[in-house]
């Protein structure tokens, strides 16, 4: 195995981490493409954070074996450990210092000249919006401004690859659009991102391409269309007019299509997804049908669409679940809490 020719920042085989009984990551094969974005995807409890602590050489595997830019995160740690930076999930600054402080500080410990520990800090606090708030304690920042200068302070010496675990955790949607927006620019600028979360949408904003991780294993990978189509050709979603027409509808719509049909939260709401052999035009071709068959019943229909498979819908029909649980939730070792 050897990334330094393969153009992978980093490729595994096999990881494997365990802790008492229960093995947190379970075999996992990654190989993630130099200078993307590649997401790690999957519920708490999946083992995503543990991977990447292996991968950033602050646990150390059980099993198989990794290399980060050809390096092997085991025998070359020391080298591994030169070339990435990491932002956990939790604020990992010092919250009675300034945000001035707190980046001058680890300038000064990464070896930066107090002169250009002090430039580098107002490079970046202008470059995440944060020139207002610099002379404030960390403490008094919100939830959004945390996780900036988090990542500021990652990325003080630029690292050639970029760790985020679940960056946007607990964000309103304004802050997490301000993270995706540094995400963004941190690749533009040549770094390699691993970006873990939960979230679906986020995957589907940044992610090149994605590994989706269930109770410790890669259940598949690819880029989002790819995992769309591998489910499906599309979902068609229907509102109807009339609620308690809706068990004739669903009913009509399985015959129809040959289709899953579910209700929606929506009390008017229905939702078929089509199989992976249907082609797009097939799909189409059969949604109109299903509308000619709801239309002679009598049924109205007043609002219809016909679309690629969501990741929700992908990471479901994966796992059998959503993203906001896992059988594995509670079963890790208490000193991997964070870790899942």
Known sequence: MSTQTSGLAIETAGLVKTFGETRAVDGVDLAVPAGTVYGVLGPNGAGKTTTVKMLATLLRPDGGEAHVFGHDIVREADEVRGRVSLTGQYASVDEDLTGTENLVLLGRLLGHRKPAARDRAAQ???????????????????????????????????????????????????????????????????????????????????????????????????????????VGAGSVHLRLREPDQRPLAADLLRRALDAQVQDDPDPVALTARLGAAASQDTAAEQAARALSELARAGITVDNFSLGQPSLDEVFLALTGHDTRVSDSDHSHDPKDEVAA
């Open 124 to 230: 970046l606090l202008e470059a995440f919006g944060l020139t207002e708030a610099a002379g404030k304690q960390v403490k008094q920042y919100s939830g959004g401004m945390r996780r900036r200068i988090d990542i500021a302070a990652s990325i003080l010496n630029t690292p050639d690859l970029l760790f985020l675990d679940e960056p946007t955790t607990g964000l309103d949607p304004r802050s997490r659009n301000q993270v995706w927006d540094i995400v963004r620019a941190v690749v533009a600028q040549g770094t390699t991102v691993l970006l873990t979360t939960q979230y679906l949408d986020e995957a589907d904003q940044l992610a090149s391409r994605i590994a989706v991780i269930d109770r410790g294993k890669v259940i598949a990978e690819g880029t989002k269309g790819e995992l769309k189509a591998s």
